[in-house]
């Protein structure tokens, strides 16, 4: 289940598999991104962020890529598991700003 | 480690009543920023706050207050409660490194339901 640059509010993909989670900005401005995780009830937790001078940054298991030509911004799973079943949303903001700004979540649902 | 915490974590008011919701940011942050998010939506970004002075304002109705007081703990007052304010409220704190931003952190929320 990979769907690269389109922006789905829903993502299924078979346990294992990796995943592509896209998410689009429209403010130029921004320079600081962060990718977060919310379970039903819960807090957004925090994934991986990066700054707009990088174009990729990788965590365990997570790879973040950031497109400024085009304000397109995605997160990679690698060997998704059951436990990163959730509402996946990207963040952003501007330097000088104290607004962290969410765009539209996606639900992944991991089949096993 | 410390996280942020969010008392308390559930609400029930009736409509025109007022509540007030407290957030203790994660120790040595100097952000703290309140969020509003619907069933289904994305969260809604209130207000914010830089060292005790508030720094931006979002989406926040003139019937909400908010203040950070002199041990950075912050609390959202909200008055005149209608039905539609029912939601899950999040603070999340950060710390601006050199004037650079850095990870902000969530609660766990405070759902409020009106009645």
């Known amino acids: 289940g990979e769907s690269v640059g389109l922006h789905l509010p829903t993502l299924s993909v078979q346990e294992g598999d990796n995943s592509i989670i896209n998410c689009a900005y429209s403010?130029?401005?921004?320079?600081?991104f962060i990718w977060y995780k919310q379970e039903s009830g819960k807090g957004p937790q925090f994934i991986i962020d990066i700054r707009s001078n990088m174009d990729k940054r990788q965590g365990q298991r997570v790879t973040v890529l950031l497109n400024k030509t085009v304000k397109h911004l995605s997160l990679q799973i690698a060997a998704t598991q059951p436990g990163d079943s959730a509402v996946y949303f990207c963040a952003e903001k501007e330097r000088d700003d104290y607004k962290l700004s969410f765009g539209a979540g996606t639900t992944v649902t991991v089949r096993a | 480690a410390a996280g942020v915490i969010q008392s308390p974590r559930h609400l029930i008011k009736e409509k025109r009543e007022t509540a007030t919701l407290k957030c203790y940011p994660i120790p040595r942050h100097d952000t703290v920023y309140w969020y509003q998010q619907g069933p289904g939506q994305d969260p809604q970004f209130l207000i914010s706050f830089y060292e005790k002075m508030q720094s931006d304002k979002g989406s926040i109705p003139d019937r909400f207050s908010a203040q950070q007081f002199s041990d950075y703990h912050s609390e959202l007052n909200m008055s005149s409660l209608e039905l539609g304010d029912s939601a899950l409220y999040f603070c999340a704190s950060s710390l601006r490194d050199r004037g650079l931003n850095t990870e902000a952190f969530f609660g766990q929320g405070t759902r409020l339901t009106v009645v």
């Open positions: 403010n130029s401005a921004s320079d600081y």
